[in-house]
């Protein structure tokens, strides 16, 4: 059974960088599968943040793309998001969660659809 | 895509029927997700492709719908079922989601 794991610095000042990670266990990241991070301000609603498919190819958010870094580590099975010049607006449960294939017209390609299982999220303050 | 949830909160008997609404700014065929989340966890997947459940969902979670209007309905409710439900659509890239239903207990 899949089982993702999300931890980094619960606190980061505002304008460094957040720098994320992911434990994977149960199946390997390399085998297949898409692999994202997923957001939840508080009181609000989900925001897809990017992800990548197991082949490296990288999946990002138009509205976060030019501060949004995400990178995979198969040796240990873990993959990381850094998000930078962060905000009190990026304060947030971060999640990583496995996505499940879907062909996207608009993009021509197959990128994450939805999304499942996700792993138990972390909370990021953005604060000075 | 815009995904807009109904009610905000929705207060409802244990036992009795729950409708939840979904409503997407354009058409995303049937490509729409729902999610259970309950506090302090993550969500889970309850229903994909508007109507599909996912593994170990309960058959009282029925999705329908598709284009723009979709509906999560759990036929008698449970006290494991109170929680936020969210809509997601991955029609159009990027996916986004709703802001989700609070089912509370009446």
Not at chain 1, 68 to 97: E, G, I, P, R
């Amino acid at each position: 059974q899949v089982q993702l794991q999300a931890s980094g610095p619960g606190l980061v000042k505002p304008s460094e960088t957040l720098s994320l990670t992911c434990a994977v266990s149960g199946y390997s990241i390399s085998n297949g599968y898409y692999w994202g991070w997923i957001r939840q301000p508080p009181g609000k609603g989900l925001e897809y943040i990017g992800g990548f498919y197991h082949t490296g190819i990288t999946y990002y958010n138009p509205s976060l793309k030019s501060r949004v870094t995400v990178s995979v580590d198969t040796s240990k099975n873990q993959f990381s998001l850094k998000l930078n010049s962060v905000t009190a607006a990026d304060t947030a449960v971060y999640y990583c969660a496995r996505g499940l294939g879907h062909y996207y017209y608009d993009t021509s390609d197959y990128r994450m659809g939805y999304f499942d299982p996700w792993g138990q999220g972390t909370r990021v303050t953005v604060s000075s | 895509i815009v995904t807009t949830q109904s009610p905000a909160t929705l207060s409802v008997s244990p036992g009795e029927r729950a409708t939840l609404s979904c409503r997407a700014s354009q058409s995303v065929s049937s490509n729409l997700a729902w999610y259970q989340q309950k506090p302090g966890q993550a969500p889970r997947l309850v229903i994909f492709g508007a109507s599909t459940r996912a593994t170990g969902i309960p058959a009282r979670f029925s999705g329908s719908g598709s284009g723009t209007e979709f509906t999560l309905t759990i036929s008698s409710l449970q006290s494991e079922d109170f929680a936020v439900y969210f809509c997601q659509q991955y029609n159009n890239w990027p996916p986004t989601f709703g802001q989700g239903t609070k089912l509370e207990i009446k």
